[in-house]
């Protein structure tokens, strides 16, 4: 039956984009991601705190904290207790980033405010350890996490959001290819201070070109013998 109201709507006003076959994106269930430099797990207690707990410590002034909601740990056992707690989170859903080739823990990634019947998705709580950071590996999972996300969970739009005042986190968005779409200003309070968040996204019509940048850079034909990379993303996307 045709809904009249819509119809004299639609005939003088700008509309979106139909999309009739739209049906929904799937819940990412925690599987393994494995890529050629990196892996992403569900968290094992048993089989990533210990070298994952290693990992962090070596941020002796801890400023991998400086934009993250929560301290570092008093000790050992209190790390433990918070991985425990992110284990059984399903939303945010957390990832162990591991290194292929030695595999120690390295790092934390999640999905969160996971939302299949809009099809949005964004990837967030990254606390990469010191030796993850502007590295091969870490520049990997967010390749394997946005195949997963587009590729084979089928999202519509990608979200990533920083404090706006953490340029490390603004570029290494934009390096990744997110678009810019704007601040919220006063959006939170933690650790008894303001937030204003800055938005990026990648949608799935960007994706392709995205995709294949990210995979032209990781190739390891990109690297020359010490692990220095030839092409940046930048020059990439730009050629």
């Not at 120690?104 to 606390?127: C, F, K, W």
Request: hydrophobic share 35%.
């Amino acid at each position: 039956m045709h809904n009249s109201y819509n119809d004299k709507r639609s005939a003088s006003l700008p509309i979106g984009e139909p999309l009739p076959n739209w049906s929904g994106a799937s819940v990412p269930s925690g599987q393994t991601l494995n890529g050629r430099y990196v892996r992403l797990e569900a968290i094992d207690l048993a089989r990533h705190a210990n070298s994952l707990y290693a990992a962090y410590i070596q941020d002796t002034n801890a400023t991998t904290f400086t934009y993250l909601s929560y301290t570092p740990w008093a000790d050992y056992p209190q790390f433990q207790q918070w991985l425990e707690t992110l284990s059984r989170s399903q939303d945010p859903l957390f990832y162990v980033l591991v290194d292929q080739q030695t595999d120690n823990t390295m790092g934390l990634a999640s999905y969160l405010r996971i939302d299949p019947e809009q099809g949005a998705i964004e990837v967030g709580h990254l606390h990469f350890s010191p030796a993850l950071q502007r590295s091969r590996l870490s520049t990997e999972a967010m390749y394997l996490m946005m195949r997963h996300a587009f590729d084979e969970l089928g999202y519509r739009r990608y979200e990533w959001k920083c404090d706006s005042l953490n340029q490390a986190s603004r570029n290494a968005s934009e390096r990744l290819g997110f678009i810019y779409e704007g601040t919220f200003r006063q959006a939170r309070v933690y650790k008894q201070r303001n937030r204003d968040t800055a938005w990026f996204s990648i949608i799935d019509k960007e994706w392709p070109a995205r995709k294949s940048e990210l995979e032209q850079w990781l190739a390891p034909d990109n690297f020359d013998q010490h692990g220095q990379q030839k092409l940046s993303l930048t020059t990439i996307r730009n050629s």
